[in-house]
């Protein structure tokens, strides 16, 4: 089974910086998309950055110019610059991809999620 293991988060001042990591254990043959999605309190879930399998990045008007996504073999990555107070939610990766026992399937999970707090 695979699991996503998050960190990075926490507090960061406004203007600040960080970086998340989500790394995947089990049986990963392929990785499809890597994606980051945030949840702002009282608000939905979205999606803030994305890369496919295509190697194309796609981000959140919101985050454009700020948030970076990256990848290796089995990890996801998300700098993000200039925080600001609306960037404040839980961050969870979200991996789409293939197993060995199966290499033309499909199959999805979710991370746990990691608080970030853009405050001063």
């Known amino acids: 089974q695979v699991q996503l293991t998050e960190s990075g988060g926490g507090l960061v001042q406004p203007g600040g910086s960080t970086r998340l990591s989500c790394t995947a254990s089990g049986d990963v043959f392929e990785i499809y998309y890597l994606s980051w999605y945030r949840q702002a309190p009282g608000k939905q879930r979205e999606l803030v950055a994305q890369y496919t399998s295509g190697h194309t990045k796609r981000y959140a008007d919101s985050v454009k110019g700020r948030f970076t996504i990256s990848r290796d073999m089995r990890a996801a990555y998300l700098q993000m610059n200039s925080l600001k107070p609306e960037d404040t939610g839980v961050y969870y990766c979200?991996?789409?991809?293939?197993?060995?026992?199966?290499?033309?399937?499909?199959?999805?999970?979710w991370g746990l999620g990691t608080l970030l707090i853009v405050s001063s």
């Open positions: 979200n991996f789409t991809y293939a197993t060995y026992a199966d290499p033309a399937g499909y199959e999805e999970v």
